[in-house]
């Protein structure tokens, strides 16, 4: 994925800075310590710092800063790419970086010929309605997107088609991505 830089703010106050880059295996303590709350709610898979370290290939991040304040990974899954560990830190949430780092994800899709993208989770299946991606009935779910889901989760699966008439960039008017090669 692209660096980027992210504009945040709560209505009525001033804007913060935010970088969105490609993960470094040194964020891994800080994608942990940012999942960890999620985790333990049960919306995210626990990951081991190793195993987050060895993917970080796989994640963008947005950082304040040196604060790491969201990430979201993205793995291939047969014809689409699937997001997941998609989180934002709890003071920084309602700012409009989750859909960003979607709109980020979007983007690597199209660009990479995927033709969805996916996303599987516990909680928000309305925050990614409201992103255009439906819930993928079961009798339609593809072999290769079954390996996505972990025994005894009961996660949703949501795909957003991506056609070449559709915009990427899903940003809202809080948070702006203007995207720049790294």
């Not at 409201?130 to 949703?156: I, K, N, Q, Y």
């Amino acid at each position: 994925m692209r660096e980027a830089v992210l504009t945040a703010s709560r209505s009525g106050s001033a804007p913060d800075v935010l970088v969105a880059r490609p993960a470094r295996p040194e964020d891994a303590e800080q994608i942990a310590l940012l999942s960890a709350p999620f985790v333990e709610q049960g919306l995210l898979v626990a990951r081991p710092q190793a195993e987050l370290a060895a993917r970080s290939h796989d994640f963008v991040v947005a950082c304040e800063g040196d604060r790491l304040v969201g990430c979201a990974g993205v793995a291939p899954a047969g014809d689409g790419l699937v997001v997941y560990n998609l989180c934002i830190a709890a003071d920084r949430q309602g700012r409009g970086i989750g859909r960003d780092l979607v709109a980020m994800a979007e983007n690597t899709a199209r660009e990479l010929g995927y033709s969805a993208l996916l996303a599987l989770t516990r909680h928000g299946g309305e925050w990614f309605g409201r992103l255009g991606f439906a819930e993928v009935p079961a009798h339609e779910t593809r072999d290769e997107w079954r390996t996505l889901f972990r025994p005894g989760r009961t996660s949703r699966l949501y795909r957003l088609r991506l056609t070449s008439g559709q915009s990427g960039n899903r940003s809202t008017p809080t948070c702006r991505l203007n995207q720049t090669k790294e």
